[in-house]
Structures are given as C-alpha cells and as structure tokens.
C-alpha cells in the first residue's frame, strides 16, 4: 500500500542554522504530496503542498520540491527560528483513500 | 468560518473503562470526518473517516469504534479501555469530496490509560 517514510527524530539546531527533513514516499500512480506541521499544544495545520513531478511548495521560508525520480519531497529552509520548533509530518494523497501520514520528525530550535 | 472543537483536552482513565471523545465542526455542510490517532514512536495513524451521516470506514482493527450520528458529529468511543489505547487522538474534517487534502485538525485529546 501507500506509504511515507521520513527521517528519524529529534532534529535539533541552532537559531540560523539550514533544515533539511527528508521525506520519501511509495504510492500507485502519481501522489499528491504535503507537509503538515504541528506546534505544541495544537493540531496539524497545512505547512505546504505540491501535486505534480517537479512542483515546489512554499510557504513560510520553507519549501520542498516533488522529486518523481527519487520519490521524495524533503522539506527545507534556509534559516530556521526558534518559533519553527514544532512536529513535521510528510503526507501523501493517492487514488480516493484518505491522507497517508509519515511518522512525524521533531525539530527543536535552540537560540 | 469553519471551526472545529474536539474535547476533552486531556483525559486519564482507568483500563477497562469506557471512552467516548467527541469532535464537532461548525460553519460547513457534509464534511469529512476524521480520527487520527499519534502515539509514541508510531506517527500518525489513521483510525477512522466518515464522507456522511452513518457511514464509518475503518482503516485499522482496534479496540476503538466511531460513529457519526449528525453530519457534523463524529465520536469515537470504547467499551473497554486496554493500554495501548493512550495516545494523542486528533479529529479533523475536509471539504465534500473525495480527493480532498486539505485536513483542519481539532487540538486533540491527550488519553492516559493507568
């Protein structure tokens, strides 16, 4: 079946510094593909999305390109805040099932 | 606007105990319901989801059963709480539709079974 698979946590960096979160995905046909981030205390809310080979989401200073070739769609940004401490989930959309959700990787931002 | 409640915020039971959490959205007609379940080390897994009144799909076998009784209600319930039902349980909804992928998620519900 459809399947996400993204980095292992906890991430931890410092104020400034550049994030890459990897995401690689396994799906039938051609998947749409998001990132959901999490702040603490709260639900997931959309970060960004992107729905054909070579799209770029962005949103926030972070972005991520759908890599058909690799089946990936890493989530980057090129200086991270401490307010960006939160859980990133990578999903995927195929077919007419529900959202297929990763396992979620935590990043914490030390000032 | 649309908005979403889900409660209780926290709650701590005793196994074998009985559960029911209940989520309702306001300011739209006909949603997609949604339990997610997020426990440790396991991610986001989907439970259950709804595209109407009284229809339940199940995407795990479980301990846990949901139903819909209003188009804007959806409520996950148990008979007998086991430990490995702790965890964060998140509601959410989408626009009518199959192939939706926006999800608004309610706060969630932090579950302790003791």
């Known amino acids: 079946g459809d399947s996400v698979t993204q980095m292992e946590g906890p991430v931890t960096l410092s104020e400034e510094a550049f994030l890459t979160i990897n995401c690689t995905y396994t799906?039938?046909?051609?998947?749409?593909l998001f990132w959901y981030v999490q702040y603490p205390g709260e639900g997931l809310q959309l970060l960004l999305k992107?729905?054909?080979?070579?799209d770029k989401g962005s949103n926030k200073g972070f972005e991520a390109t759908y890599r058909k070739e690799t089946t990936s769609f890493h989530l980057e940004k090129g200086s991270v805040q401490v307010s960006d401490s939160a859980v990133y989930f990578c999903?995927?959309?195929?077919?007419?099932?529900?959202?297929?959700f990763g396992k979620g990787t935590r990043l914490s931002v030390i000032a | 606007s649309q908005t979403i409640h889900q409660w209780p915020a926290t709650l701590v039971q005793p196994v074998g105990s009985p559960l029911s959490l209940e989520c309702t959205v306001e300011?739209?007609?006909?949603?997609?319901l949604y339990w997610y379940r997020q426990a440790a080390g396991r991610g986001l897994q989907l439970l259950f989801y709804?595209?109407?009144?009284?229809?339940i799909s199940s995407e795990v076998p479980q301990n846990l059963s949901a139903s819909r009784p209003q188009d804007r209600q959806f409520i996950l319930s148990s008979k007998k709480l086991l430990l490995s039902d702790s965890g964060f349980y998140l509601c959410?909804?989408?626009?009518?539709?199959?192939?939706?992928?926006?999800?608004?998620f309610g706060s969630g519900t932090q579950l302790s079974v003791l």
């Open positions: 992107a729905t054909k080979a070579d």
């Open positions: 300011g739209t007609s006909n949603p997609n």
């Open positions: 959410a909804w989408s626009v009518e539709g199959r192939r939706n992928e926006k999800l608004f």
């Open positions: 799906a039938t046909g051609y998947p749409s």
């Open positions: 999903a995927l959309l195929s077919g007419n099932t529900p959202l297929v």
């Open positions: 709804s595209v109407g009144i009284g229809q």
